[in-house]
């Protein structure tokens, strides 16, 4: 048997992440300056490890109901009713409902699974988190990428014009990710209308939502008052047509977990959930337990440690060159000067030949114009990270 010849189109046309080659690069290189991985480097909640180590000491290491164990659901159905003023029933397919994933990325690939036939077409960011692409390969769609350059957001004006009778799908990730960038009420609100004139279904990736800066929370939740990062899903009348997907991983530094969620109309998030159980099974069970405790866990200390290093990034390389201004996440999506005269890969292996590890821009994107820088690091490191940076870029 010729084992290639077996492989399907689908994976064939799936590349291996970017982000692994800079992984496989790192591996060679002697105590390299990291600033490629997006993965938080505070310690977990001590109430949130110690829910999941409970869970496991006392047998809770079954499966569990597809949707998820029910005082998870139930507490993430009362933060959905807090956060965004949605009130999801438990069974059916009217209303909204809330459905806990394997990850946002189970999440992402179960919705998308969901609603794309073969043929039918999604609009995603460019710049694109890394998977967005991909989920049209999945599900044999097609994936139309949206220029967002070089403010970073999927606005109306810009998706109106991509709009095909294929259209199932707008993508939109606010905080963003490759760029930090947040969307404005406005903004989400014009996108918003537009879906649903076209009766587009907004799938709005918002795993970045509790890592917003101050000046980005300009919300109220419904429910309890508190400033947060704009949600189209928190507008008048969106439960019929946004679709929420988030994580705990980032927020609570608990990324190996695989835990996410998401709520939206009961149709679509029954038939995600038919799919799980048979993809995912269930998400994983002694973790369910901890990520109960996730939503008391106090979080402002590292966040005010985040926008610290934020406006580092933001004012020492602003010097230099163009940052589109992260207002959440730990990215910073910034032009190589175009006095240098290079693209971001030659900037990028530029600056790995002084140690410094970067992701080029084309790992998320059709240019290769920008590099990504995660913040997420020792502050050391990042401070030397940008003393190597803008030593070239000057
Ligand atoms: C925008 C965005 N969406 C989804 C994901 C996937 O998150 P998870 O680890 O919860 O699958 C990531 C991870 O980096 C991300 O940046």
């Known amino acids: 048997m010729n084992a290639e010849l077996l492989i399907s189109d689908r994976v064939k046309g799936i590349n291996g992440s970017g982000i692994r080659r800079v992984f496989d690069m790192k591996a060679k290189m002697k105590d390299p300056i990291d600033l490629s991985i997006g993965q938080p480097d505070f310690p977990v909640p001590a109430a949130v490890k110690q829910a999941a180590i409970h ?6 290491n079954g499966y569990t109901p597809t949707y998820g164990i029910p005082p998870l659901l139930e507490r993430t159905a009362r933060h959905v009713r807090e956060d965004l003023g949605w009130n999801p029933v438990t069974t059916g397919t009217d209303g909204t409902r ?13 919705a998308c699974m969901a609603v794309l036939n073969p043929g039918d077409e999604i609009i995603i960011p460019d710049p694109w988190f890394v998977l967005y692409p991909y989920l049209a390969n999945l599900a044999q769609a097609k994936a139309v990428k949206c ?4 403010d970073f957001k999927l606005t109306a004006e810009r998706v109106a014009k991509l709009i095909t009778p294929r259209t199932k799908i707008v993508l939109s990730c606010s905080p963003g990710n490759p760029s930090g960038v947040v969307m404005s009420t406005k903004d989400n609100q014009d996108l918003l209308e537009l879906c649903r004139s076209k009766g587009i279904l907004l799938l709005s990736d918002e795993i970045y939502d509790e890592f917003t800066y101050s000046e980005s929370r300009t919300e109220k939740r419904p429910g309890t008052g508190s400033s947060v990062c704009p949600s189209p899903a928190r507008l008048p009348g969106a439960e019929n ?14 990324t190996g977990w695989r835990l996410g969620y998401v709520a939206g109309p009961a ?19 002694p973790l369910q337990h901890g990520a109960i405790a996730c939503f008391d866990a106090d979080m402002t200390g590292p966040l005010a440690e985040y926008e610290r290093r934020r406006n580092m ?11 589109a201004m992260p207002g959440g996440a730990f990215y910073a999506f910034f032009a190589v000067p175009p006095k240098l005269g290079m ?16 992701v080029p821009g084309h790992t998320f994107s059709t240019r290769d114009t920008h590099l990504r820088l995660s913040y997420a690091t020792k502050l050391a490191t990042l401070e030397k990270g940008l003393d190597v940076l803008t030593k070239l870029m000057a």
């Open 55 to 60: 869970a496991i000491e006392h047998d809770l």
């Open 98 to 110: 809330v459905l806990i994933t394997s990850g946002t990325s189970g999440a992402l690939i179960l």
């Open 147 to 150: 220029d967002t350059y070089p």
């Open 241 to 254: 047509t946004v679709l929420v997907v988030r994580g705990f991983g980032k927020t609570y530094g608990v």
């Open 267 to 285: 149709a679509i998030v029954e038939q995600m959930a038919k799919l799980q159980q048979y993809l995912y099974v269930c998400p994983p069970g």
């Open 313 to 323: 990034v933001n004012e020492r390389l602003g010097k230099f060159t163009d940052v």
């Open 343 to 358: 693209t971001g890969e030659q900037f990028f292996m530029l600056a790995k030949d002084h140690n410094v590890l970067c």
